[in-house]
C-alpha cells in the first residue's frame, strides 16, 4: 500500500502542477490482492487507513479535490466494501460511495470470477452532488451503465 500511496502522491503533486481542478484515481487504487483472505486482512478502516490519510495530507497540501477508490472492512470479518471517496481540497471526505453492482462471471470451460465472495454490495446509486468543478456522480465498474441518475451529472466520475 505504500508503494500505492506515492504513486497517488506522486499523480495529486503531477495534477495540481498541471492545473487540474480535481484528480480521478481509479478503483482500489489502495491495493490489489493475490488472493480473497488478502483483500479482507489488509483493509483498514479510513481513519487508521495510511492510504487513505495520505491522500487526505496530499489534497489538503496542494489543495486539490481527489476521488479515489479504496477498500474497506466490514463489521464482523470476511468481507470489504469497493468504496470510492470524495476528499475535498481541504482533505475532508465529503463523499462515500460503494460499489452496487459487482462483477460475477463464471465462463464455461474458463475462468469463475465472483468479486461478491469477498466483497459486499453496496445498497444505492447516490445522485449526483455538487463539487466546486460541477455536479459530480460517482460509480464505480459495472456502476455506470446501470442508473440513470448520471444523465443529471455534469461529470460521471467512474472508478
Known sequence: MIHNLKQCQTLIQKAFAAGAKALILPEASDYIASSPSETVALAKPIEESEFVIGVREEARKFRLPVIVGIHEPVTGGGRVRNSCIWIDEGGEIKGRYQKVHLFDVEI????????SSVVEKGLSILPPFET????VGM???FDVKRSP???QADFLIAS
Open 139 to 141: 460509480a464505480i465498474c
Open 149 to 151: 441518475q448520471f444523465l
Open 108 to 115: 464455461e470451460g474458463g475462468p469463475v470470477l465472483r468479486e
Open 132 to 135: 466546486p468543478i460541477g455536479r
